[in-house]
């Protein structure tokens, strides 16, 4: 019998579908308390969820359907890696091992609950004492974790290559047996060529998806049963408003889900760069150097915003040059040219501006909105200049 080989990715795609009720009590408990920021934001993540889940399960099935033509086990094993790297899925057998994280970051959960209830004694919300925190500490603590977003773009340039090309040396090896399972996986004959400019995406991917598990079922805990919260320290760190609904972390991987999953590298590193250090360059400037508000009821600032959109271009068109360098390696789906590079980033930092113009007024998270929707126009710039 041969392998389903599109199964982890039918189960990833599934596990987004499944977590969508979850958030949508956090929706509808907001809605109760009336956080329209938490109910706004909160849907248009399930609708990211809805579109990666779909996505996941259809073209798993169909990719393997399709593979039902072949009957030689290593065309069949070469045709749906190639296929699904191609539409943004994971390799057989990547997917597993974001559910083989899953399944270990809830029975750590569980282990630190179950640790909690028996052997520790944890202060109730009262009991807490409140420290007064000045505003920049306050705000380089939200930002450490976008700044480390950084580190995804390192794995579209180095790790990527290097950690599968590992993963599958290890197939190629368990698989050389010639009675082990029946030989039915040939990897040890598998061609690397078509698949390796995809490698960088899948770790990337792969990166993503499993932070954002572990930080959403955190996030879970922490709105079902505050006191058995794992990240206390970091939940220190969220304003008032963001209390009682899901961090900005959890609003900010899947947005970054979307220009990776769609999009070419260069975008995609350059769409991480604008979320991650542009918003934090916005940030600190406005606690900084801030002194004239966007609007009178807006916590923003024009010194804010204006460094946040300078800063999104430099980062943006830095990201963009490091993959666009990368081309002679990896080939057309790593080329770009400096004018272009130029163009692109120009039309995302603007995106990023009038994005920060508008929120909060638009209630949503620009966490979420800024990697998606500057992703989209530096998308769509790229095909109409090139």
Known sequence: ????????????????????????????????????????????????????????????????????????????????????????????????????????????????IIYINHYKRVKSPGERATDATHPLDLELSRKVFHIGLIGIVICYIVIGRVVLMGIFGYLSNLFSFEKFLGNFIPYYDLEFNEILPYMGQQITMLALMMIFFFVLFTDFVRLYEPRYNLLQTVSKTWRKSEEQTFGPHIYILLGCMIPVLFFKPPIAAATIGIAALGDAMATIAGVTKGTHRLRETSPKTWEGTIAGTIGSFLFGFLCYLAIISLAPIYGTLYQGSIVEGVIICLVGALTFFVLDFLTPPIPISDNILNPIFCGLTMFFTSLIIS
């Open 1 to 112: 019998m041969d392998p389903f080989y599109g199964i982890f990715n039918l189960a990833l795609g599934i596990l987004f579908l499944f977590i969508i009720p979850f958030m949508g009590q956090v929706a509808r408990q907001n809605y109760r308390d009336k956080i329209w920021n938490g109910v706004a934001s909160i849907l248009f993540g399930i609708i990211i969820c809805l579109i990666i889940g779909i996505y996941f399960v259809s073209n798993a099935v169909f990719i393997y359907i399709n593979s039902w033509t072949f009957t030689d086990p290593l065309e069949k094993l070469q045709y749906v890696q190639n296929q699904f790297c191609q539409v943004g899925l994971f390799s057989y057998p990547i997917a597993c091992y974001v559910l083989f994280a899953c399944l270990f970051f809830l029975m750590a959960i569980g282990t630190y």
